[in-house]
């Protein structure tokens, strides 16, 4: 069975840092395009970074770029995302994804995604 599950979610103040984890299980991700998503309430869910397997090719949201870095470690078949200088606007759940079309490029697009994680929450108090 083929998971995916985040971690480090929690709550901070604006300003501070966070890493979030997510680590897959069932089979190896090494070779294909994984991705992190948001959902705050009553919002849709939207895109904030996506890597290639190799992570020569990175995509950051705009509202993201510059704050947060996306990155992962083939040996650990584990993605993370480094948060740093939050905001309030950045409180969601946190979604980890993979397509698992192999050496394919980054996608902004959530339909590209076959496989997701359950969501850590992240939360950001001003």
């Known amino acids: 069975q083929v998971q995916l599950v985040e971690s480090g979610g929690g709550l901070v103040q604006a300003g501070d840092s966070l890493r979030l984890s997510c680590a897959a299980s069932g089979r190896t991700f090494s070779s294909n395009a994984m991705g992190w998503f948001r959902q705050a309430p009553g919002k849709e869910r939207e895109f904030v970074a996506a890597?290639?397997?190799?992570?020569?090719?990175?995509e950051y949201a705009s509202s993201v770029k510059g704050r947060f870095t996306i990155s992962r470690d083939n040996a650990k078949n584990t993605l993370y995302l480094q948060m740093n200088s939050v905001k309030p606007e950045d409180t969601a759940v946190y979604y980890c994804?993979?397509?698992?079309?192999?050496?394919?490029?980054?996608?902004?697009?959530?339909?590209?995604?076959?496989?997701w994680g359950q969501g850590t929450q992240v939360t950001v108090s001003s």
């Open positions: 994804a993979a397509d698992q079309s192999p050496y394919s490029t980054t996608s902004r697009s959530p339909l590209t995604y076959d496989y």
């Open positions: 890597i290639t397997w190799s992570g020569e090719v990175i």
